[in-house]
């Protein structure tokens, strides 16, 4: 599956990373994690901390999918809003959701202390602002509902939104809890702290079959070498649905452009995450080698050479819509690239077990919060499989 275009700019930034072998033997193992991306190397290191023996087979270099063009943003709201999630959920379980995914970012940044390369990871506030008039009353509902829930956010009137980022709209929430990561660069630096912990990670190693017959599973891969693990880990992202019996996402297209380096080191307000209530959204970051990285204009669809041919005009796209809230800011696109990506009917991920793939767990971080996603499914199957009770797993099942 062809996930995103060329030259992604973290991939350009960071290299290879680390370098794994391809599987060239039989293996035994507690655990296999299919996917070597942000997902299966946070499953990976966060097994490995329990002690479970986990191997990660992946059919490209380590986080190459997808990963390597994740635009990287931490946020705790997920592309639904908590307003309508509550319609679709309930509201304890839509609160909950939220709240699960503003703690992963703490988690993470947390996790980013402990490993030896230390990642970069900035922690920032998040700033959602009504793209029209009519998305006022949304904004102020949904504020009134996160309040009631506990979070750290501010209502912002047109004056304060013209004050603190220097353009012109209705209206906009400012969240206190948000943050950044480069994906790719903490991937590798999980695998390779979890590789020096005794997890096994092997690239370029293509499964070709699973048996899920007996008390565990057999992976068999294209040059014929097997791997026998008690349980399975699927965390190959958006190309998990050829091991699911039933489709659960729909596939878009999303494009991304990053400037040439600005002598400045703060471009707005805190250097806040921005992004915007339409949708699909235009949202923006400043990245710590003072960068502005600028996405969105979404096509519904998957379609590689499509998605690729439309790059060009939808990179100028992007730097008139961010040129018309900055004027001053001299942005000039450095980079550009498209990649693939998954929506859910709800917004929210599913993580866990079904009952026609035996000793099989998921964990799809489908969305606009992959990353945090991807840190509560870690946590979910860690606990699931090292027999810790989490209450929280029937929020992201597959039968909800």
């Not at 299919?34 to 290191?45: D, F």
């Not at 480069?182 to 499964?207: I, P």
């Not at 990053?258 to 080191?265: D, G, H, K, V």
């Not at 250097?271 to 699909?280: D, F, G, Q, R």
């Amino acid at each position: 599956m062809d996930l995103r275009s060329d030259k992604p700019y973290a991939l350009l930034r960071h290299g290879l990373g680390y370098v794994y072998p391809s599987l060239r033997k039989n293996l035994q193992a507690d655990v296999a994690i299919i996917g070597a991306g942000i997902t299966g190397a946070l499953v990976g290191w966060h097994l490995i901390q329990k002690g479970i023996q986990a191997v990660v087979i992946d059919r490209r270099h380590a986080g190459m999918g997808s990963t390597a063009a994740s635009t990287s943003l931490l946020q705790y709201e997920i592309d639904t809003p908590l307003h309508k999630l509550i319609g679709l959920v309930g509201e304890k379980n839509a609160v909950l959701s939220y709240l699960l995914c503003r703690q992963s970012i703490y988690d993470l940044h947390d996790i980013c202390k402990q490993l030896p390369t230390k990642p970069s990871f900035l922690l920032r506030p998040s700033f959602q602002f009504a793209s029209y008039n009519n998305s006022v009353k949304d904004l102020e509902r949904e504020y009134g509902l996160r309040k009631r829930a506990g979070f750290n956010l501010q209502l912002l009137s047109a004056p304060d939104i013209k004050q603190r980022f220097g353009f012109n709209k209705p209206a906009g929430l400012l969240s206190a809890d948000g943050g950044l990561v480069e994906a790719y660069e903490l991937t590798h630096a999980l695998l390779k702290h979890g590789q020096d912990k005794g997890m096994l990670v092997y690239d370029n190693t293509m499964v070709t079959n699973i048996d899920y017959e007996g008390k565990g599973v057999v992976l068999q891969t294209e040059w014929g070498y097997t791997v026998e693990a008690k349980q399975l880990i699927i965390a190959c992202g958006y190309e998990s649905q050829q091991y699911l019996p039933k489709k659960i996402e729909r596939l878009h297209s999303t494009y991304t452009i990053i400037s040439e380096p600005l002598y400045a080191t703060e471009f707005w307000y805190e250097n806040a995450l921005i992004w915007e209530t339409a949708n699909p959204y235009l949202y923006m970051r400043a990245s710590p080698d003072q960068r502005i990285v600028v996405g969105g204009k979404d096509d519904l669809f998957y379609n590689p050479a499509r998605r690729d041919a439309n790059l060009p005009r939808k990179s100028k796209q992007l730097e008139h819509s961010f040129c018309r809230l900055f004027p001053h800011i001299p942005f000039r696109t450095d980079f550009a690239w498209a990649g693939t990506f998954a929506s859910t009917r709800d917004g929210l991920p599913y993580i866990g077990s079904i009952p026609e793939r035996p000793n099989t767990w998921f964990a799809l971080g489908f969305g606009g919060n992959g990353i945090t996603f991807s840190v509560i499914a870690a946590q979910l199957i860690r606990d699931m499989l090292s027999g810790k009770k989490n209450t929280n797993n029937q929020l992201f099942s597959f039968n909800r």
